[in-house]
């Protein structure tokens, strides 16, 4: 038996209203310059105006910074750093999906650790250079997919090679979250769709991941049943019970990912950093096909992840179209050229995957080639 060292995040205040709480845990922690970081679709929203407001009838003065990429990008982050130093914050509350709370942590991490963002790179090592401290940090997610309110990392891309880098630390987990299924009542089928299969991803990646976390494993297992039980529910004719379902989900799969993700993360990365195209739904598209080529020497994995969707064929190919159906019940494309990429894209992609950070817990290994073949079969 060897040793291992198991991890687990942050205090999570979860149920229908908890974004109510918000003003009185700052008053309660003496925090009176909140800088809210966001994007601007949420910034318009009405529960965002109404957070601001009850946060400024209790005395405190906010700062609303919402100029971030839908897949963020360095300068997002210089430019919410100089908006927290504008008004002398005193804490940050991410409010959004993945993109809003990824940039809110790699602002947090800024405040203290002024080196250019890249050094901080956890690839390249940049983890052991995060000895400061960093503010208080607060979550609020208003969708159900990346997780990223109960994690400590944050991907950011380089502005101008696309190359997406990966912030990490323990020190960047938020000190509280506010996860409300109410407040993703309102997403429209799509992005509910999108994200849904995002946190999916999440979870059967972190299961296959070939690191050893079997604490993680468990999570990841009631993840997919989770949601397997309610994703079309919350597209096509959403509750509480299926949002809720979804957003336990993706805080779930993002717990679990701290084992590692694997060949999907990997092709859908490129996909967003080149083309734009929404995470969530590069994850979605690019599914199936990864793990179609994980399962040979994983098959003993598939059927347990099988039994957790609640598949009847428990075999790899039966959970490969079981991603094949939901994706098309969800109104979801089944091949790339549907999200628009085309054959004159697939070297750079292929280039792109392959320095991907994502790749390496794979549990089996990914050539450039392999990368090629699988974009050009899902073209």
Same mark, same amino acid.
């Given at each position: 038996m060897s040793v291992s060292q198991f991890n687990f995040p942050t205090t999570i205040r979860f149920g229908a209203g908890v974004v109510s709480e918000l003003p009185a845990y700052l008053h309660q922690h003496q925090l009176k310059r909140p &800088?809210?970081?966001?994007?601007?679709? +949420? $910034?318009?929203? /009405?529960? #965002?105006k109404q957070v601001v407001s009850d946060l400024t009838a209790k005395?405190? !003065?906010v700062? !609303?910074?919402? /100029?971030?990429?839908?897949?963020?990008v360095k300068t997002d982050v210089y430019k919410g750093t100089d908006a927290y130093d504008a008004a002398a914050c005193d804490c940050i509350i991410g409010i959004g999906?993945? *993109?809003? +709370? /990824? !940039?809110?942590?790699?602002?947090?991490l800024r405040i203290n650790h002024r080196e250019d963002l890249f050094k901080y790179d956890d690839l390249v090592g940049g983890d052991v250079y995060v000895t400061n401290e960093v503010p208080p940090f607060i979550t609020i997610p208003t969708t159900a997919g990346t997780g990223s309110e109960v994690g400590r990392s944050a991907i950011i891309a380089d502005d101008e090679t696309h190359q997406k880098k990966i912030l990490f630390s323990p020190r960047l987990l938020a000190k509280i979250v506010f996860a409300d299924p109410q407040l993703t009542m309102g997403l429209p089928a799509f992005i509910t769709a999108a994200t849904g299969m995002d946190a999916l991803t999440h979870t @059967?990646?972190?299961? %296959? *991941?070939?690191?050893y976390h079997p604490v993680c494993d468990g999570i990841a297992l009631e993840g997919m049943r989770l949601i397997a039980k309610s994703i079309e529910q919350a597209v096509k004719n959403p509750d509480i019970e299926s949002r809720s379902d979804m957003l336990l989900a993706s805080m779930m799969g993002a717990i679990a990912f701290q084992k590692g993700l694997g060949v999907v993360h990997s092709l859908a990365h490129p996909l967003s950093s080149l083309l734009d195209t929404h995470h969530g739904l590069a994850n979605a598209v690019? %599914?199936?096909?990864? @793990?179609? #080529?994980? +399962?040979?020497?994983?098959?003993?994995? #598939?059927?347990? @992840? =099988?039994? $957790?969707?609640?598949i009847p064929n428990e075999t790899g190919a039966g959970v490969v179209d079981y991603l094949f159906d939901l994706n098309d019940r969800l109104s979801i494309p089944k091949s790339l050229s549907g999200i628009g990429v085309k054959q004159e894209h697939i070297?750079? &992609? *292929?280039?792109? =995957? #392959?320095?991907?950070f994502a790749h390496p817990n794979n549990p089996k290994p990914v050539s450039r080639n392999d990368f090629k073949l699988l974009y050009e079969t899902a073209l």
């Open positions: &800088l809210i970081s966001t994007d601007p679709t +949420i $910034a318009g929203l /009405d529960f #965002f005395g405190c !003065v700062t !609303v910074f919402h /100029d971030i990429h839908k897949n963020p999906g993945g *993109a809003a +709370i /990824d !940039v809110s942590r790699a602002i947090l @059967m990646e972190a299961f %296959l *991941a070939k690191n690019n %599914l199936p096909y990864g @793990m179609q #080529f994980n +399962i040979a020497g994983f098959e003993e994995k #598939f059927i347990r @992840m =099988a039994k $957790a969707l609640g070297e750079t &992609l *292929a280039d792109l =995957a #392959f320095a991907d």
